[in-house]
């Protein structure tokens, strides 16, 4: 082969690696400004909700002042206030999603943290019959994190398994740590997610759950907070087999120095 035709062979692969990072790159762009613009819209709606309400709940409460506690009247009552709070709830949530966190770094135990998690919903997984195997691996490093994010998370990861296993399952949660980063492995055994919905599910607004029961931020969010934190986050997933969350945070030595984390010794 002539060394002119192994120019343009060299030539052309390096061409096909650039094209390759620029519609990486690209990607990510338009990723970034389509959750800024969505996140713009979340917090002008979220606003807008907020007063009227905050107005139908004070009016809710006096008028139950007035009418007597063993009132039929009193059920109906009741349930508005259930749907005010779950209107409310939704509100929080498109704030937290619009919002970019002023994090508190400090160095972490992420093992520390996934059980803090665990132990707040415990109660949740043993009612629906769901078993927790843990496979850390010994003598971790630690991370410069935010724990309420990180807490903000895992709860919600490990609310979307519980979710994914109405029937009872297994949750194996694996940590262990590579040249550069901490790896957290959710895997749950549950129903699995279409392929077609696969790369959709971290979309803002996006949910595979009924009508009322999912708002489609909460995996917005925690892929928000975990980029923030310099790392990555995965989904794989099986039909009837189950779904592996994978995160990724870089450790100490190669987090990041964002100007919106304040890190505390």
């Known amino acids: 082969m002539s060394a002119?035709?192994?120019?343009l062979i060299a030539l052309t692969m390096e061409i096909e690696e650039k094209t390759k990072e620029i519609q990486e790159l690209t990607e990510q762009l338009w990723r970034v400004a389509r959750m800024a613009t969505m996140g713009e819209l979340a917090a002008s709606v979220a606003h807008e909700l907020n007063n009227p309400l905050a107005t139908i709940s004070l009016r809710l409460e006096s008028l139950a002042g007035q009418i007597p506690p063993d009132d039929p009247k009193q059920r109906s009552l009741q349930i508005i206030a259930r749907e005010i709070e779950r209107m409310a709830a939704l509100v929080n949530r498109l704030l937290d999603f619009s919002?970019?966190?002023?994090?508190h770094q400090s160095a972490v135990d992420i093992c520390r943290e996934v059980d803090y998690?665990?132990?707040?919903?415990?109660?949740?997984?043993?009612?629906?019959?769901?078993?927790i195997i843990k496979e850390y691996q010994p003598k971790l490093p630690s991370i410069y994190a935010d724990c309420q994010?990180?807490?903000?998370?895992f709860i919600n990861l490990f609310i979307n398994a519980s979710d994914?296993?109405?029937?009872?399952?297994?949750?194996?949660?694996?940590?262990?740590?590579?040249a550069e980063h901490i790896a957290i492995d959710i895997i749950d055994t549950g129903l699995g997610i279409?392929?077609?919905?696969?790369?959709?599910?971290?979309?803002?607004?996006?949910?595979?759950?009924?009508?009322?029961k999912g708002t489609g931020l909460g995996l917005s969010i925690c892929r928000r907070i975990v980029e923030e934190h310099g790392g990555i986050i995965t989904i794989n997933s099986v039909i009837d087999r189950g779904t592996t969350v994978g995160i990724k945070l870089p450790l100490m030595e190669y987090g990041p120095a964002l100007p919106n984390m304040d890190r505390v010794r």
């Open 99 to 103: 919002r970019r966190g002023h994090y």
């Open 4 to 7: 002119t035709n192994q120019g």
């Open 117 to 131: 998690a665990l132990e707040l919903i415990n109660h949740h997984f043993h009612k629906q019959g769901i078993s």
């Open 194 to 212: 279409q392929p077609n919905d696969l790369a959709k599910v971290m979309d803002p607004f996006f949910t595979t759950k009924p009508a009322g």
């Open 164 to 178: 994914a296993m109405p029937n009872g399952g297994v949750l194996t949660v694996r940590i262990y740590s590579s």
């Open 149 to 153: 994010g990180l807490q903000q998370v």
